[in-house]
């Protein structure tokens, strides 16, 4: 069965350092892999998402994302945080011939000043 | 992306009574989902509901605790039916931005955060 694995339950940066928030997935076949953000009291916001093609995907607020077939892994990438970033991140992988998403169970992420 | 709207944005309802959550898309979409999220968790599939027929449920939840309308390309409704406390959950609504094919992105509505008493 499918399934997304967000190791991290919380992490906390300071401003200005680097991120990585990790996510491995089981899946028979490529996968299509989404990277969102819940800031508080909000929705979902699209960050990235990987179909094909380069696995280097960018995308909004500065994020990157890398997709390595050979690890099952999108883990999401920030050179240099900012404070607004504090907010939850959930990883999600399309799961088959259908419009499920399986989503991971999260990252907060803590921004120190 | 599509530009969703949710209302009510958040309630408090009595034990035993129901909630009518609307789901307004700017554009016209094929699909749309309902997701709960519960305190501290991730977001589960509830139901994903086309226009034109009946919703299509995922395991463990039932049309008759989560009954769907779909009545055009733009609006959708999810009712939580006799409720108790461990319905309190945010409710997310969402759509596809394409035709339905394979791996369309999902838009999200800013959720429907309910609190049962």
């Known amino acids: 069965a499918q399934s997304v694995t967000q190791p991290d339950i919380h992490i906390t940066v300071s401003e200005g350092a680097s991120l990585e928030l990790r996510c491995n997935y089981s899946y028979g076949a490529t996968p299509y892999l989404f990277w969102y953000v819940q800031s508080p009291g909000q929705g979902l916001q699209l960050l990235l998402k990987y179909f094909s093609g380069d696995t280097l995907v960018q995308g909004i607020k500065g994020f990157e994302a890398e997709f390595k077939r050979s690890q099952s892994s999108f883990n999401l990438r920030k050179p240099s945080v900012h404070w607004s970033d504090a907010a939850e991140y959930f990883c999600?992988?399309?799961?088959?011939?259908?419009?499920?998403?399986?989503f991971g169970t999260g990252t907060r992420l803590k921004v120190l000043a | 992306s599509a530009v969703i709207s949710q209302k009510p944005s958040r309630d408090i309802c009595q034990r035993g009574t129901s909630l009518t959550i609307q789901c307004q898309v700017d554009?016209?979409?094929?699909?749309m989902f309902w997701y709960r999220q519960q305190p501290g968790q991730s977001l589960t599939l509830i139901a994903t509901a086309n226009q034109g027929s009946e919703a299509t449920y995922e395991s463990g939840f039932v049309i008759d605790k989560f009954p769907i309308s779909r009545p055009n390309l733009t609006f959708s409704t999810l009712t939580v039916s006799n409720m108790s406390p461990e319905d309190s959950s945010i409710y997310l609504c969402s759509v596809e931005s394409g035709q339905g094919a394979y791996g369309d992105t999902q838009y999200f509505g800013p959720g429907t955060r309910l609190t049962v008493l």
């Open positions: 999600a992988v399309g799961a088959g011939r259908t419009y499920k998403y399986i």
């Open positions: 554009s016209q979409v094929t699909m």
